[in-house]
């Protein structure tokens, strides 16, 4: 079983960046892969991007593809959700979630962070 904690969200003007932090309890994070969603005001939970138990593969939404990178380091548990040239439309709810498999979505996740805010201003 594994625990996560996001860190990092906030307020940001459009355009800016914002670096998230999921931290996990537990000595088995390397072998899960990690998953970032974000769920906005009235809408459906949404996946952000994945990063397999190595970190050596990366798979993006659309959306974010060449704006944000995801990134671990398995010997300190954590993983990063760099954001970059943010919008409006980034505004949402952050979670990260960890897996067995590296998919999009998120039935395919048993442990879940309590996520984080972020606001991207006009």
């Known amino acids: 079983q594994v625990q996560l904690v996001e860190s990092g969200g906030g307020l940001v003007h459009t355009g800016g960046s914002l670096r998230l932090s999921c931290a996990a309890s537990?000595?088995?994070?390397?072998?899960?892969?990690v998953g970032w969603f974000r769920q906005a005001p009235g809408k459906e939970r949404e996946f952000v991007a994945t990063?397999?138990?190595?970190?050596?593969?990366?798979y993006y939404a659309d959306s974010v593809k060449g704006r944000f990178t995801a990134a671990r380091d398995n010997d300190k548990n954590t993983a990063d959700l760099q954001m970059s040239s943010l919008k409006p439309e980034d505004t949402a709810f952050y979670y990260c979630?960890?897996?067995?498999?590296?998919?999009?979505?998120?039935?395919?996740?048993?442990?879940w962070g309590v996520g984080t805010q972020v606001t991207v201003s006009s």
């Open positions: 990063i397999s138990r190595s970190g050596g593969s990366t």
């Open positions: 979630a960890a897996g067995s498999l590296t998919f999009s979505t998120p039935s395919s996740y048993s442990y």
């Open positions: 537990g000595r088995t994070f390397s072998t899960y892969s």
